[in-house]
C-alpha cells in the first residue's frame, strides 16, 4: 500500500526514466558542448530529448524548447527576458490572484519596478472567465500569464479563449502549465500561447530540470548569461541527463495518459463523495467543470489543515494543505482566498492529489484513516463548535 497522497508536489522518478538517464551520468558523460566525439555524443542525445519534448507539447519546432533547471527558472525567464526585450522601461503586465508563487513574487516585484500591475481574480468555480480578463486589458498592456491549470485546486482554465482576448491587444502571452503537463491534452500550437513554463518532477521526472516553450518570434533577453548555451537563450552547461529524463517521462505520461485520466478521475470522485458525505460540514473546494483527474481538493470545517496534515502524517500519510512551497506557513492558501473561501473555513482545507502508483485500496483507507482524525480534532476544537453548536 502507498501512503503517499501528494503527487503535486513531487512524484517518484520512474524507474523506466532512471534507465534512460544512467547512462549519460556515466558512459556518456561528455559536456555537450565539446567538440571532440563524448561531447557531440552528448550534444546529440540532447537535441534528441529537445525534438521528442518538443512534439509531445505540440511545438513547431524543437528550437521553441529551452531546458531549465526547473519550473521557477522557467515562470522567471518568461517576465524578465521578454519584458526586457518588449518593454524595458516599464508597461503594463496582468496575472491572476491564484498563480503559483513563482509567477505573483515575480509580477508584483515588477508591479514595484517601474510595471504596472493588474491581477485578475478566478471565480468561484476556480478559473479566471475571459470576460474578467478582458475588464483589465489595455491598449499597452505587454504581457499576460494565466496558469493553464491550478495546483491546488486543479481548475482547468479556457486558455485558448483567455490567450485570443490577450492577443487582440497585442500581449504575449504565458502560462504555467506545470500541473497540466501529461495528465490532460495541452498543445501548444492549439492554445496558442507564446510561452509555457514545465518541469520534470511532477511527471514521474528527474529534479532539477524544467524547461519553457518559446514560441518562435518571441523576444527573449536571457536571464542567464555566460557561455551562450541553449542558442544563447540560457547560459550554463545543459543538464543532458535531466533532458533525456524530462523527454522520456513526458512520452510515458503521454502513452498512458487517457487510461490514467479515466482511472484517477473515479479515484478522486470516490474519495471527495465519501469524505464530504460522511463527514458533515465537509465539502469539495471545486466538484464540477473541466478540471486536473488526480487533484481532490477538501474543505474541512472547523479544524486547521496542520493539524490534519501532522497527525496524517504521524501515520506515514502524506498529503498537503495546498501547495508544497507555502507549506510551513500558517497563512490560508493564497488560492482559496482568491476564489472567495473565507478565511476561517480556508484554514481547513487539504489536497490529496493521486498518482501512478495510487490503488482504490490507498483511497478507501485513507477515508478510513482520516474521518477519526477530523473527528477528534473537532471534538476538541472551539471554533467547530462556535461555528456549527455542539455535535
Same mark, same amino acid.
Given at each position: 500500500?502507498?501512503?503517499?497522497?501528494d503527487y503535486?508536489?513531487?512524484?517518484?522518478?520512474?524507474t523506466?526514466v532512471?534507465?534512460?538517464m544512467?547512462p549519460?551520468?556515466?558512459?556518456?558523460?561528455?559536456?555537450?558542448n565539446?567538440?571532440?566525439?563524448?561531447?557531440?555524443d552528448?550534444?546529440h542525445?540532447?537535441e534528441?530529448?529537445?525534438?521528442?519534448?518538443?512534439?509531445?507539447?505540440?511545438?513547431?519546432q524543437?528550437?521553441?524548447?529551452?531546458?531549465?533547471?526547473g519550473?521557477?527558472e522557467?515562470?522567471?525567464a518568461?517576465?524578465?527576458?521578454?519584458?526586457?526585450?518588449?518593454a524595458?522601461?516599464?508597461?503594463h503586465?496582468?496575472t491572476?490572484?491564484?498563480?503559483?508563487?513563482?509567477?505573483?513574487?515575480v509580477a508584483?516585484?515588477l508591479g514595484?519596478?517601474?510595471?504596472e500591475?493588474s491581477?485578475?481574480?478566478?471565480?468561484?468555480?476556480?478559473?479566471?472567465?475571459?470576460?474578467d480578463?478582458q475588464a483589465?486589458l489595455r491598449?499597452?498592456?505587454?504581457?499576460?500569464s494565466?496558469?493553464?491549470?491550478?495546483n491546488?485546486?486543479g481548475?482547468?482554465?479556457?486558455?485558448q479563449?483567455?490567450?485570443?482576448?490577450?492577443?487582440?491587444?497585442?500581449?504575449?502571452?504565458?502560462?504555467?502549465?506545470v500541473?497540466?503537463?501529461?495528465?490532460?491534452?495541452?498543445?501548444?500550437?492549439?492554445l496558442d500561447?507564446?510561452?509555457?513554463?514545465?518541469?520534470?518532477?511532477?511527471?514521474?521526472?528527474p529534479?532539477?530540470?524544467?524547461?519553457?516553450y518559446?514560441?518562435?518570434?518571441?523576444?527573449?533577453?536571457?536571464?542567464?548569461?555566460?557561455?551562450?548555451?541553449?542558442?544563447?537563450r540560457?547560459s550554463?552547461?545543459?543538464n543532458?541527463?535531466?533532458a533525456?529524463?524530462f523527454?522520456?517521462a513526458l512520452?510515458?505520461?503521454?502513452?498512458?495518459r487517457d487510461?490514467?485520466y479515466?482511472?484517477l478521475s473515479?479515484l478522486?470522485?470516490?474519495?471527495?463523495?465519501?469524505?464530504?458525505g460522511r463527514?458533515?460540514?465537509?465539502q469539495a473546494?471545486?466538484? $464540477?467543470g473541466?478540471? &486536473?483527474p488526480?487533484?481532490?481538493p +477538501? #474543505?474541512?470545517? @472547523? =479544524?486547521?489543515?496542520?493539524s490534519?496534515?501532522?497527525?496524517?502524517d504521524?501515520l506515514?500519510?502524506?498529503?498537503s494543505?495546498?501547495?508544497?512551497c $507555502?507549506?510551513?506557513? &500558517?497563512?490560508?492558501s493564497?488560492? +482559496? #482566498?482568491?476564489? @472567495? =473561501?473565507?478565511?476561517?473555513?480556508?484554514h481547513?482545507s487539504?489536497?490529496?492529489?493521486?498518482?501512478r502508483?495510487t490503488t482504490?485500496?490507498?483511497?478507501?483507507?485513507?477515508i478510513?484513516v482520516l474521518?477519526?482524525i477530523?473527528e477528534?480534532?473537532?471534538a476538541?476544537s472551539?471554533?467547530?463548535h462556535k461555528?456549527?453548536?455542539?455535535k
Amino acid at each position: 500500500m502507498s501512503k503517499y497522497l501528494d503527487y503535486s508536489a513531487t512524484t517518484p522518478l520512474d524507474t523506466r526514466v532512471l534507465e534512460a538517464m544512467q547512462p549519460y551520468f556515466t558512459e556518456h558523460f561528455g559536456n555537450a558542448n565539446s567538440l571532440y566525439k563524448i561531447g557531440r555524443d552528448a550534444y546529440h542525445a540532447l537535441e534528441d530529448a529537445r525534438t521528442r519534448f518538443a512534439a509531445g507539447i505540440g511545438a513547431a519546432q524543437p528550437s521553441e524548447v529551452i531546458f531549465t533547471s526547473g519550473g521557477t527558472e522557467a515562470d522567471n525567464a518568461a517576465f524578465f527576458s521578454v519584458l526586457r526585450r518588449i518593454a524595458p522601461d516599464g508597461g503594463h503586465i496582468v496575472t491572476s490572484a491564484y498563480e503559483h508563487h513563482a509567477v505573483l513574487e515575480v509580477a508584483e516585484w515588477l508591479g514595484k519596478h517601474g510595471y504596472e500591475l493588474s491581477i485578475v481574480s478566478p471565480r468561484a468555480d476556480g478559473r479566471v472567465h475571459a470576460d474578467d480578463l478582458q475588464a483589465v486589458l489595455r491598449d499597452d498592456t505587454k504581457l499576460v500569464s494565466i496558469m493553464h491549470s491550478n495546483n491546488e485546486i486543479g481548475a482547468i482554465n479556457d486558455l485558448q479563449g483567455l490567450a485570443a482576448v490577450a492577443h487582440a491587444v497585442g500581449a504575449v502571452v504565458h502560462t504555467d502549465a506545470v500541473q497540466s503537463l501529461g495528465k490532460v491534452p495541452f498543445n501548444v500550437g492549439e492554445l496558442d500561447v507564446d510561452m509555457a513554463s514545465f518541469s520534470a518532477h511532477k511527471i514521474h521526472g528527474p529534479k532539477g530540470v524544467g524547461a519553457l516553450y518559446l514560441k518562435r518570434g518571441t523576444a527573449f533577453d536571457p536571464l542567464i548569461k555566460g557561455g551562450g548555451q541553449e542558442s544563447r537563450r540560457r547560459s550554463g552547461t545543459q543538464n543532458v541527463a535531466g533532458a533525456i529524463g524530462f523527454a522520456r517521462a513526458l512520452e510515458l505520461m503521454l502513452e498512458e495518459r487517457d487510461s490514467e485520466y479515466a482511472r484517477l478521475s473515479v479515484l478522486r470522485d470516490k474519495l471527495l463523495s465519501e469524505l464530504t458525505g460522511r463527514l458533515e460540514n465537509t465539502q469539495a473546494t471545486i466538484d $464540477s467543470g473541466e478540471r &486536473l483527474p488526480n487533484i481532490a481538493p +477538501l #474543505l474541512i470545517n @472547523g =479544524v486547521e489543515g496542520e493539524s490534519m496534515l501532522l497527525q496524517l502524517d504521524n501515520l506515514g500519510w502524506s498529503v498537503s494543505t495546498g501547495s508544497a512551497c $507555502s507549506s510551513g506557513s &500558517l497563512e490560508p492558501s493564497h488560492v +482559496l #482566498l482568491a476564489i @472567495g =473561501v473565507p478565511q476561517v473555513i480556508a484554514h481547513g482545507s487539504l489536497r490529496v492529489s493521486m498518482g501512478r502508483d495510487t490503488t482504490e485500496a490507498d483511497i478507501e483507507e485513507f477515508i478510513e484513516v482520516l474521518i477519526p482524525i477530523v473527528e477528534r480534532l473537532r471534538a476538541m476544537s472551539p471554533v467547530y463548535h462556535k461555528m456549527f453548536g455542539s455535535k
